[in-house]
């Protein structure tokens, strides 16, 4: 097991810019997700752990030791990609067999049938073995996949976005079988991913990557609820958190252009919310509620009903707003309602430059 | 159904300004190809199957008499005809094999970021596009002991290449891999860069050394396509005629096709030649299915 650092990477590849000045410390044992759209320069971080990618500039560490001259087999890694990447014509048992078999170090029989066993069974997997790999579902070819990281025991697992190619069941099954199987070893894994529910239900920490930068890091509930920028807000969350141009006068937060008022006092109130400044209201569709006497009035736009709640789309002049309310909550489309914020929930973010006030300190 | 879908005439086409259906223009364009065939090469085919149960002799005006499976027989219990297989045999095994060790090793070679590789590989297809004759002629002269290149380089002397009869069919066998190993590489070229770069990522992050790559993932994905370079080669040396013909003439190097052309043209026995024939295609077939078989085999595992 390993603890893993960037430092100041850059990648470019031709004009191509694909990473800048990204520093990643990933802890021993640590299951870490690295959340971006795509293009992010997720895919390029995680192969430049593995060895199959060099930086332009910058250093990687494994356990300490800078590994620039270190290829792909002695970084002693194991990646998952999402294009399975099994080898053809091969069996299933012959696929988790061939990271043992090199002669160099070549195992001894017993224990390779021991680790193919023991690695089918985690994965269920068992009853597939002696089948051809081209013959299996995309989430079968998954496991196997995965299968054959785990039969060695890397000091690192990478994952390349395994889960996005399977359908929702399967993905949310393996999802909780990779959580697991991550504590069940005590392994570290880095996780690429684009889907916000996987890095926020899995991850112990989650890096947002833009545009070959990291944006955030944190643990998913100082992600979610602590967004550094009005990205990580907006990409992070479903629906994402409503984000609404307004200023401070006297404990008030007056929305303009939107032309509404919600109190705001209190705990909240960080030091760079000065009266007038313009600011970005952050607020989680969840903290904003339905109430008869609340302050401002809205019409229901849209309504999406999502079994244990609703999602309500409200809107307030042009603007549009979400909120999410228990499902029972009784709302027809263009009815008049009335909302309300929960004030210590609200993240002021920076008008100009779209930072967390809290953050900029 | 294709034909109905084609004699209707779509009005703004140009053909049918000109007054000429579809259908029409596909006849103009088939027809004369079939006739083609049919003449010289169906005909002379069925014509030649009625010779091989006759005693026919092309110089003679004596009529044909039909002598049912005498010339077959008679071929088949020939021990120089056998000889005359086993030397072919021989020849195929060594070009082909041959041919597939250099062209997959060029290929191997190839099949990564080397500068001017697009124009390397035109230089490497060109022996490939020359005419049998015209190599064959200039191998003569570099073989040639006195004068010729091969052992000016080689510092072989005044080795003979051509009239040993022990070294003549290496030496034919050997222009015709210089000759064809250009097209295995191609069809190896084709087949390495179909092999997706991410099973050798995958491969190097299992830590697979490069030959345990190579024998495990390389080789069996390019076999398929290797498989059919095999049985062009196969069949095309199995048939060598021109190169044989033209290098030397010991009778180490008559292959089957050589002989078949000495007794046809040289002792003019046409109905027994037309049987031989006959003899060699259906062991081309033969051999070709026996591949096809495997081929089918290697692509299914």
């Known amino acids: 097991m390993a603890h893993i650092q960037l430092k100041n990477i850059s990648k470019t590849f031709g004009n191509h810019t694909a990473l800048t000045g990204l520093n990643l410390d990933i802890g021993d044992g640590e299951f870490f997700v690295l959340l971006g759209e795509t293009g992010a320069g997720k895919t390029t971080t995680l192969r430049m752990i593995a060895g199959l990618e060099k930086p332009t500039e910058g250093q990687v560490f494994i356990d300490g030791v800078d590994v620039a001259n270190w290829g792909a087999a002695e970084r002693d890694v194991a990646l998952v990609l999402q294009q399975y990447s099994l080898y053809p014509r091969y069996t299933v048992r012959q696929n988790l067999e061939f990271p043992l078999k090199p002669k160099i170090r070549r195992l001894p029989d017993a224990e390779i049938k021991d680790r193919v066993d023991r690695a089918a069974r985690t994965l269920r997997i068992e009853h597939l073995l002696d089948r051809k790999t081209d013959r299996l579902s995309g989430g079968e070819m998954q496991r196997v996949s995965i299968g054959r990281a785990i039969v060695r025991k890397p000091r690192v697992f990478l994952m390349d976005e395994p889960l996005s190619a399977l359908d929702a069941k399967l993905r949310e099954a393996l999802r909780t079988e990779l959580k697991n199987l991550q504590m069940q070893l005590g392994a570290t894994f880095l996780f690429v991913t684009h889907d916000q529910i996987e890095a926020m239900s899995m991850g112990d920490k989650v890096g947002v990557l833009n545009h070959g930068r990291i944006v955030q890091t944190g643990t998913p509930y100082e992600i979610y609820n602590n967004p550094r920028d009005t990205y990580v807000a907006s990409f992070v969350g479903s629906p994402p958190m409503n984000l609404i141009d307004g200023k401070l006068v006297n404990g008030r937060a007056v929305m303009a252009p939107l032309n509404f008022e919600l109190p705001f006092e209190g705990r909240a109130k960080t030091s760079g919310a000065t009266d007038g400044r313009p600011l970005v209201f952050g607020i989680r569709p969840e903290d904003v509620y339905l109430e008869s006497g609340a302050p401002v009035e809205a019409r229901v736009h849209d309504v999406e009903n999502h079994g244990v709640e609703k999602i309500l789309t409200l809107r307030v002049g042009d603007a549009m707003l979400r909120a999410t309310v228990p499902a029972r909550t009784d709302v027809e489309i263009e009815q008049p309602v009335r909302f309300a914020w929960d004030p210590d929930k609200v993240v002021l973010f920076d008008k100009g430059s779209g930072i967390n006030l809290r953050h900029a300190g | ?301």
């Open chain 2, 1 to 301: 159904m294709a034909t109905a879908v084609m004699t209707t005439l779509d009005p703004n086409s140009r053909s049918a300004a000109r007054g000429m259906s579809d259908l029409t223009i596909r006849n103009l364009f088939i027809i004369p190809t079939i006739v083609f065939l049919i003449v010289f090469n169906i005909f002379p085919l069925i014509y030649s199957l009625g010779y091989s149960f006759t005693d026919f002799r092309a110089s003679s005006p004596a009529a044909a008499n039909f002598v049912g499976l005498q010339n077959y027989r008679e071929l088949l219990n020939d021990p120089f005809i056998w000889s005359n297989f086993a030397i072919t045999a021989k020849y195929v095994i060594v070009s082909v094999v041959g041919q597939v060790i250099v062209g997959f090793g060029v290929a191997l070679l190839l099949n990564r970021d080397i500068p001017l590789k697009g124009l390397l590989t035109t230089l490497l297809l060109l022996p490939m596009m020359l005419s049998m004759a015209v190599v064959g002629l200039f191998w003569k002269l570099l073989y040639d002991p006195s004068f010729g290149i091969i052992n000016y380089t080689l510092g072989l002397g005044s080795f003979e290449w051509l009239s040993n009869p022990d070294m003549a069919l290496y030496a034919v066998a050997i222009t015709d891999i210089w000759m064809w190993s250009p097209f295995v590489m191609l069809l190896s070229l084709a087949g390495l860069s179909a092999v997706p770069k991410h099973l050798y990522e995958a491969a190097a992050i299992d830590r697979a050394g490069s030959f345990y790559t190579f024998f495990r993932i390389t080789l069996p994905l390019v076999a398929p396509i290797l498989m059919i370079a095999v049985i062009f080669r196969t069949m095309e040396a199995f048939k060598t005629f021109d190169l044989a013909y033209i290098l030397t003439s010991q009778p180490t190097t008559e292959v089957i096709s050589i002989r078949l052309y000495k007794m046809a043209f040289q002792e003019w026995q046409t109905g027994r030649s037309c049987a031989l024939a006959y003899i060699v295609l259906i062991m081309i077939l033969a051999i070709t299915n026996i591949y096809v078989k495997y081929l089918n085999k290697v692509k299914e595992r």
